[in-house]
């Protein structure tokens, strides 16, 4: 019975633990657009500055972004060989 009840407790703390890594993750999801047609940008390049995490748009435009340990210095790039490249904090592209 004892045994039961230490693996039920780490099983506990493990869940404790994983919930808080995730609570930190920031999910950013959009739709990339063209600033004055509205038309939706396929392909566009989206990803953290001076880290290994990204994703692109896919053909109607929408993107999903998962941001480990965000902060709001964290700073998003938005890249497109056609366009601009776009360069935002955290915090501008939530308000955005």
């Known amino acids: 019975m004892k045994l039961q009840q230490i693996v039920y407790q780490i099983i506990l703390l493990l869940f404790i ?3 808080t890594i995730c609570a930190k993750e920031t999910i950013i999801e959009g ?7 509205y038309q939706e940008i396929p392909y566009v390049n989206i990803f953290i500055k001076n880290q290994p995490i990204g994703t692109s748009s896919e053909l109607d435009g929408s993107f999903k972004l998962n941001v480990p340990e965000s902060n709001d210095d964290t700073i998003i790039v938005f890249e ?3 366009y601009d490249t776009l360069q935002l904090t955290l915090e501008q592209a939530v308000e955005k």
């Open 17 to 19: 633990f994983i919930s």
């Open 80 to 82: 497109h060989i056609s």
């Open 31 to 37: 739709t990339i657009r063209h600033a004055n047609t």
